[in-house]
Each structure stands twice: as C-alpha cells, then as structure tokens.
C-alpha cells in the first residue's frame, strides 16, 4: 500500500511559481507511476502531468506543457511539480497519485493524496 501527501502549495502572482511535493510512504513506491491532477469546484479532476517509474517518461497536459515540469527521486520516495509562469487559471487543488501504469483517467489509479491548494493572483 503507498500513502501520498502532497505540499507546497499556496498563494503566488501571476506570472510566479511554485513547487509541488508528493510524498511517499511504502518500500514500493518504485513500482508506481506518479500523476498529479487538479481540480476546482463545480469541474472534474484533469490530468495535469504524469511520470514513469523509473522517472524516463513523462507526460503534460496541453495547457501546463512548457510551463510545469515532473520530477521524482525514488531514494526519497517524492515526485515534484514545478510549476512556472503559472496563471490564474492554473489556481486549483492539485492531487498526486499512484497507479502501475500512468493514464490521465482518474480511474486507473490505486491510491490519492488528500491535496494542496494552489492560489493565483492575477
């Protein structure tokens, strides 16, 4: 089982950046490719950008691609998001989560964190 937790969110200006964690639990985190999602009331979860197990693949959505970038250390069990040149329609919660095979369908994921707030100014 791999719990997650994510952190570093916040308020920022348009235009600034911020950098996610997911924090692992579990000797087998390895094993699992790391996606984050995000979400704003009233909308479904989106893919936002996902990474291999061994960190070699990585994968954006349309709207972050040349702005937010997918990192993992497996000695630390930790994916990162960076996330820059971010904009008001980028605020959201931003989830992380673990699945055997990464895929932006929220259901082929085993486990979820609980979330972090991003906050954008314009």
């Known amino acids: 089982q791999v719990q997650l937790v994510e952190s570093g969110g916040g308020l920022v200006q348009a235009g600034g950046s911020l950098r996610l964690s997911c924090a692992a639990s579990g000797r087998t985190f390895s094993r699992y490719a790391i996606s984050w999602f995000r979400q704003t009331p009233g909308k479904e979860r989106e893919f936002v950008a996902a990474i291999g197990r061994s960190g070699g693949s990585t994968y954006y959505a349309d709207s972050v691609k040349g702005r937010f970038t997918i990192s993992r250390d497996n000695a630390k069990n930790t994916v990162y998001l960076q996330m820059n040149s971010l904009k008001p329609e980028d605020a959201a919660v931003y989830y992380c989560?673990?699945?055997?095979?990464?895929?932006?369908?929220?259901?082929?994921?085993?486990?979820w964190g609980q979330g972090t707030q991003v906050t954008v100014a314009p």
């Open positions: 989560a673990a699945a055997r095979h990464a895929t932006e369908s929220t259901l082929g994921y085993d486990y």
